[in-house]
């Protein structure tokens, strides 16, 4: 069983930052692609970036430029930076793990595993 627990939200004005922390359970996280997707109110669940275990990175168009993904296999923990921050960047955000994760994935449905989730919400 692999738990993740994601933390780092908060309030935060616009044009600020944040930064975002998930550590993992388990002895294999190194080969895992680990992910950040976020919801808002009556909205479905988006894909913000991802990190494979190869360490290639990818984002969506809306937070490109902005925002960071990295992690550190040694702690098994991925962080998001999230530098000039949007009123619609407000959502809660969660952490992924797929196993295999070698590759690009960017739907929720290709991940294994899921944080609780941390609110971030930013005003104007």
């Known amino acids: 069983q692999v738990q993740l627990v994601d933390s780092g939200g908060g309030l935060v004005q616009a044009g600020g930052s944040l930064r975002l922390s998930c550590a993992a359970s388990g002895h294999s996280f190194s080969t895992y692609a680990m992910a950040w997707f976020r919801q808002a109110p009556g909205k479905e669940r988006e894909f913000v970036a991802l990190?494979?275990?190869?360490?290639?990175?990818n984002y969506s168009d809306s937070v490109k430029g902005r925002f960071a993904i990295s992690r550190d296999n040694g702690k098994n923990t991925v962080e998001l930076q999230m530098n000039s921050l949007k009123p619609e960047d407000t959502a809660l955000y969660y952490c992924?793990?797929?196993?295999?994760?070698?590759?690009?994935?960017?739907?929720?449905?290709?991940?294994?595993?899921w944080g609780q989730g941390t609110q971030v919400t930013v005003s104007s």
């Open positions: 990190i494979t275990s190869g360490g290639t990175t």
């Open positions: 992924a793990a797929r196993r295999y994760g070698s590759s690009w994935y960017n739907i929720e449905y290709q991940y294994d595993y």
